[in-house]
Structures are given as C-alpha cells and as structure tokens.
C-alpha cells in the first residue's frame, strides 16, 4: 500500500484529525541511510510527525524538525515544503536499543531527553517562526504533544509508531495527530482520553492493515475526511547545489583540495548521495 495521509474534522467532538502511513517512505530511508532498527523507529516517527505538521500549513511552507536529546543518536532532522516530500536524517544511523521489559525499541534511550525539539516554518516573510521546548521523554509522540501545548497552544495527541523485523526492513510505520479545536470542552477530552487508555498501538493497527482513515474511524465515528496527500521520501539535492556550498569554503581550501588530493567528493546529508568534483570544476569554482 502506498504512503499517504488523510486530514479531516470531527465536529461533534469538536477537533481536527490527522492520519498517515509512511511505510514505504522510511524503508527507502533506511537503505539510503543504513538505519539499525532503533534509529529506524526514532527516524520514522520523527517523518511522521513532520509530514502531519506540513498537513497543517496551507501555504507549503517549508517546515523543518530538529530534535537533540543528548542520547547516542545525536541530532535527527526533517524537512518538508508540506507538499507531501520529506528528506531526513540521523547523526549515528547505527544505533539499536531495546527496553529489558517489553523488548520494544528503545526510542527514548537512543534520543535521550536531556535537549530541545524545535520547528521552524518559513512562510517566506522576513523572519520565520521558530518554537523550542525541552524534550520530556525523546520517544517522540509525547515530546511532540508537548510541543503543540506549549508553543502553540493546542491541547494535541500524538501517536507515532515503528515496526521492523528480524532482518532490519520496515514493516510498518505511520501515525495519527488529535487537535482539539478552541470550542471543545471538558467532554471531547473526556471521551478522548478514555478511547486513548487501551487504543493499541498505531504501529500495530497499519501492520495488521489498517488504513489512516480506518485508524481515526476507531476513535471517531463521525469523522469528515477533508484531504489526502501522496507521500515520498525524496531528496532535491544536485551537483549544482552542492557546489554553491564548496564555494564558500574559500579559495585557499580549495587549492588545497586540486593540490593534495585532484579534487573532492560531496556526499549529502539527506539522502548518501555522492558527488564528484575533478580539478577542473574545482578550478572553474575559483573563478
């Protein structure tokens, strides 16, 4: 099944509703970025979140996630112009960690939660917004939840979900988001917060073959679906790009670089993929 999110309002419970399936999205990032499977989970539920976020916009704006939490993992990134594409990475791809308990991936322990999470959105005016919050736990959904409460104001729950098996690959990835609307009251919290006490997992529900839409149909019944999107990871990068950013390592650097070495190569953050550079191009960028 392909990769897509739905966006859709709940009027008699006075809320808005977002739902996705990114599967196929974190398995291409995975072999792209050779992810051990805790880090796959971090990456995944971090790609959800951001592409429910860009949902949100309605200007395709460019959204861009950073989350630090001081585990092993280091820092995770994701952007997306909210058009349904994200590109994404991890400092340490190879981290795996699970909980003695449960034997479920460990999240929290790979992200740590001694950091921030901050989003920036860039609407094109002079200067973008930017909110931070302490991360409280690194297992993503709640540190995204108190996100939406502190620097927007919006009472949220986030669940995001991982699963991968025996042999590193994806077997099923994705999230949901519930926005409570400003008119809601103290039974639309009620009635979500007891439906959330015994929901099983997201995860579990898109590997059993749920759809997003069948996901928020077992919360709500009276849903209104308003919008589906297409869902990709895809990365723009370009030799063009990537040489823009070796001319501002300065002449003398590259000198050094067409001297010691006859040239560089360029590898990109997002997606692994390498560009060459001879002497000559090397010198044309001198120019």
């Known amino acids: 099944m392909k990769d897509y999110l739905v966006r859709g309002i709940v009027k008699e419970h006075h809320c808005r509703v977002f739902a996705c399936q990114t599967t196929e999205l974190l398995e291409v990032a995975r072999q792209k970025h050779g992810l051990w499977p805790t880090a796959s989970a971090a990456l995944g539920r971090l790609m959800s979140v ?18 630090n939490g001081g585990g092993p993992i280091g820092t995770m990134l994701a952007t997306t112009n909210s058009d349904g594409k994200i590109k994404a990475f991890v400092s340490n791809p190879e981290v795996h960690y699970t909980y003695n308990d449960t034997g479920k991936l460990a999240v929290g322990v790979a992200v740590g939660r001694e950091g921030t999470l901050q989003v920036i959105k860039d609407m094109g005016l002079k200067d973008p917004f930017c909110g931070s919050v302490e991360l409280q736990s690194g297992e993503i959904g709640d540190d995204f939840s108190y996100y939406f409460m502190v620097s927007e104001q919006v009472p949220s729950v986030v669940s995001v979900g991982v699963l991968v098996n025996d042999t590193n690959e994806i077997l ?116």
């Open 50 to 67: 951001t592409l429910m976020m860009g949902a949100m916009n309605k200007n395709n704006e460019k959204l861009t996630v950073t989350v």
């Open 172 to 287: 099923s990835s994705g999230g949901f988001i519930i926005q409570l609307l400003p008119d809601h009251t103290e039974e639309d919290i009620e009635y979500i917060e007891n439906i959330m006490k015994d929901f099983k997992p997201v995860s579990t529900l898109i590997h059993e073959g749920k759809t997003p839409e069948q996901i928020i149909e077992m919360i709500f019944d009276d849903v209104e679906f308003l919008e589906t999107q297409d869902l990709f990871f895809e990365c723009d990068c370009s030799k063009e790009k990537l040489s823009q950013a070796l001319i501002t390592v300065g002449h003398d650097e590259l000198q050094t670089m067409i001297e010691e070495d006859h040239g560089c190569e360029m590898t990109c953050h997002f997606c692994n993929t390498q560009y060459q550079f001879n002497e000559d191009e090397l010198k044309d960028l001198m120019q």
